[in-house]
Structure formats: C-alpha cells, structure tokens
C-alpha cells in the first residue's frame, strides 16, 4: 500500500477560506431546499410571528446539540467499519471533527462515513418537525445552518468519487490520506 495523495483541511488556509465560502453558497441552496420541503410538509409558513429572543438562545442549543450528534454520527461509522479503531473528536480552526487515525476505509465505506450525519441529521430535523416538536424557524435555522456546515463532508465526497478504484482512505487529524 503506497501513499498518493493527502489531504490537509485543518492547516490550510486557503482550503479553509474556500469551504467557508462554500458553505455561504451552499447555505443558499440548502435553505432553499428546505424551504420547499416544508411546504409540502406543513402549511404554517410566518416566520415572523416564530422569530423571538428565547428561539434563538432555544435554536442555538440545538444547534450545538446537532454538532455534538454529527460528530457522534462519524465516530459510529468508525467504530462499525474499524471496530478495533480508536475514534477521537476535536474542535481545531472553527471546525468540530472526529477522527480515526491508523484506520483505513474503502471509498464505499468513507462515502457512508461522511454523508451519513447529513442524512441522518437532516431526516430527524425533517420528523421533528413534521411532528410539530420544532418551529419552522428553527426548522430552517438548524437544517440550513447543519446543511451547510457539511462542506467538509461534501468536499470529502467529490474527493473520495474521485479517488481511483480500489482506494484505501485514512482518516487522519488534520484531514484524509489516500493509498492504492
């Protein structure tokens, strides 16, 4: 197995300016997305009447609560392709991680690894608030704000499709490595 390509997102500037961008961007295409999504789901559709102090304070703890389970949601993925690995969270340059350095994954399985807390996130945020439990502000707070704070992920994606067949990844602390 021969190292051919690594990939630092903790300690490069640009590459961390350029997903910051990204996710401004995609938090356009993401709200929006969502947005459409709740009308087919509710008809409650005044934001203003939801917008107060105490829901915002209510929808930044939830958003915290969020990053928490995104991180866990890796770190699961982990441990259920690699159990022998040792999975470790961080927060590093304004970005919350979980990493499993010395563990090594097939694209399939880092693909999984990294949409899998969107998806996941994304679906229990669409049921809470289909089942009334979240306010469409704050429905449309956390989905756009965790949307768009997946671009590390997404970014991990194209990287990994991209990766010739047959790819080993490794996750490491500062970003991912990639061996044929």
């Known amino acids: 197995m021969k190292l051919y ?6 300690n490069n500037k640009k590459a961390i300016i350029l997903l910051n961008i990204g996710s401004i961007l995609l938090s356009f295409i993401v709200g929006t997305l969502f947005l459409i999504l709740t009308s087919f789901i509710s008809q409650r559709q005044s934001l203003s009447s939801e917008i107060s102090f105490p829901m915002l304070l209510f929808a930044l703890v939830l958003l915290f609560l969020c ?3 995104h991180e866990a949601i890796h770190g699961l993925f982990f441990k259920m392709f690699q159990p022998q690995g040792k999975v470790n969270f961080g927060f590093k340059n304004g970005m919350a991680y979980a990493t499993s350095p010395g563990s090594f994954y097939s694209r ?3 693909f999984i690894i990294a949409i899998s807390p969107f998806i996941i996130v994304s679906l229990l945020l669409v049921v809470a608030f289909a089942l009334n439990m979240l306010s469409l502000f704050v429905f449309l707070f956390l989905a756009t704000i965790h949307g768009s ?3 590390g992920d997404f970014y991990y994606i ?6 010739p067949k047959g790819s080993l990844i490794e996750d490491t602390p500062i ?6």
């Open 108 to 110: 399939k399985q880092f």
């Open 158 to 163: 194209v990287l990994i499709l991209k990766a």
């Open 67 to 69: 990053l928490v389970l």
């Open 5 to 10: 390509r690594e990939v630092d997102i903790l």
């Open 175 to 180: 970003g991912i490595s990639f061996y044929k």
């Open 149 to 151: 704070g997946c671009i």
